[in-house]
């Protein structure tokens, strides 16, 4: 007798710690694996310029939150099977997620940069500064030109489900060997291995990467923006029409999203974000 | 359910099938080999030779898999010596990187199936052997060899299997085979459910395709 009361005891409190989440905490994921947008600090804890903000737009909207770790590559399925609520993963608003869920108004703005290891043929590449695929023009087309002919033959390396994996394969750079991982750390990992001639990701993420790790990795080209890569980043979030606009879990997530962008203007008019931003990127990335 | 997203993925899984079957056989090939070989050095006498065997297969049946082929690609692959030498020719690819990891982790299990299999053979067979006049390394590798693989059989079909599986780690190494093909298609369209049904009846039915044959050869083998 005695053991069945432990036994279903030890179930109660199993069963109590699952769900001390109430029904309207919001829960946040983030990777915990892109610094400085988000990342791990060494005793396990979620830091970063996302961990942060998602923690400031919480006391802006006054709800409680619970910021979740979830890998890349389940991050917007996960969303959609409702294991959390929102995105701050660095996530850039694109065409192609906006078919499957929705945006926030963007917080952040995010340049992309290729990076290769310290004397590499591919520096000294000449193209202007940045180019915003959006905008087009001869100059855009020219630096496509040659960075395809700098690429060709070589293998760039990038992260799953990213929208530097998306540009990479459309093909506005030729047709580049793409080789692709599932966190950034291990882009950067095969880049100074040498496996990679040259990697894509945030242009924060490298110079980060190469401060923390005394590493020669060198930024080379142009900054990347618009077209295949966005209009900044934003905080993720279902569209309410796939549970339905008229059911009460759709209604709850319109609603998330009215709140997410007024907590957002806030945070904005406070100097919130570019606080943070300035914080963690070295610079005022904010929008 | 999309129907749809299943018949446009269905061929791209398909041909990463060949990838994985490339993985796996190369993998069971120079396994084979190591198993064979590690099962010998066990079977000897002297204590430093097995136990060196022993150690072997002790250190590759404790650790994941996982954490092997992570050790052998980003591992090695961080010692800047290494890649001054020949040997980074080989290490720089993620596909001979894959292999080594698969070859040496099955060898290990191969060559405890082995071993158990030359220890069931009764001392009476190879004494029979002898009494005909028939030398050592002939009584092995005609008498020995082909009592253990007969032996071994089943085990060693349940390790296919599990090989099988096992390859599917090859895709956190970047290499496209049916599941690196699958978390691609997922990360465009954003629906995991059929994409990874799909991969995991392509799974299924090669293992199905493993079942029989080692059923079959355990038939064709059997004593009469």
Redesign the interface.
Known sequence: MKLKKIILSVFASLFLFSSTLSADTIRIATEGAYPPWNSKSEDGKLIGFEVELANWLCIYMARDCKIVEQDW??M??AL?MRKYDAIMAGMSITD?RKK?ITFSQGYADEVASLAVMKGSSLEGMSTPEGINLSIGGNDVKAALKTITGALAGKTV?TQ??TIH??FLESGDVGSVDV????TQD?VN??L????CDAALAAAVAFTDYAEKSGKDVVLVGPTFSGGHFGNGVGVGLRQDAQFGSDSALGKRDAQLLKDFNSAIDKARKAGKISELATKWFGFDASM | MDLELIMTSFPKLLSATVVTLKLLSASLFFGLFLGLFFAILRLNKNRLVSGFAYGYSYLFRGTPLLVQIFIIYFGLGQIEYLRTTFLWVILKEPYWCAIIAFSLNTGAYTSEILRSAFETIKPGIIEAGRSLGLNKIFIFTKIQIPIAIKQSLPAYGNEIILMLKGTSLASTVTLMDITGVAKFIISTTFRPVEVFIIAGSIYLFITFLVHNLIKYLEKKYRYQ
């Open positions: 590559d389940g917007i399925p959609r192609e499957v390396c799953t489900g994996q998306n080789r692709t991982y599932k291990e990992l095969d100074t291995a040498g496996r």
